[in-house]
């Protein structure tokens, strides 16, 4: 089992930055394929990045494709989430969550633990 707990999340304007931080439990996090989620008020969770256990292999879904970078060092068992150029529809709350699938996963189902969350905010 693994534990993550999601920090950096905040309110900022619109064009600003933030890094999103997941930190890990246990010492298996390289074992996992890890991702970030987000689920925005009245809206169903969505994908938001993947990142495969060496760290060789990332997906993006289109929204943020070009403005997100996923990351992860594996000595500090640490996954992170730059988020550049944000937008007011990037407003959520942000979840990290690993992956034990063999292939690197968008799904929701493939992730079998979540973080709690941190919210961002992007105001126009």
């Known amino acids: 089992q693994v534990q993550l707990i999601e920090s950096g999340g905040g309110l900022v304007q619109a064009g600003d930055s933030l890094r999103l931080s997941c930190a890990a439990s246990?010492?298996?996090?390289?074992?996992?394929?890890m991702g970030w989620f987000r689920q925005a008020p009245g809206k169903e969770r969505e994908f938001v990045a993947a990142?495969?256990?060496?760290?060789?292999?990332?997906r993006y879904a289109d929204s943020v494709k070009g403005r997100f970078t996923i990351s992860r060092d594996n000595a500090k068992i640490t996954v992170y989430l730059q988020m550049n150029s944000l937008k007011p529809e990037d407003t959520a709350v942000y979840y990290c969550?690993?992956?034990?699938?063999?292939?690197?996963?968008?799904?929701?189902?493939?992730?079998?633990?979540w973080g709690q969350g941190t919210q961002v905010t992007v105001s126009s």
């Open positions: 969550a690993s992956s034990m699938a063999l292939l690197l996963s968008i799904e929701e189902e493939k992730f079998a633990y």
């Open positions: 246990g010492r298996t996090f390289s074992s996992y394929n």
């Open positions: 990142i495969s256990r060496s760290g060789s292999t990332t």
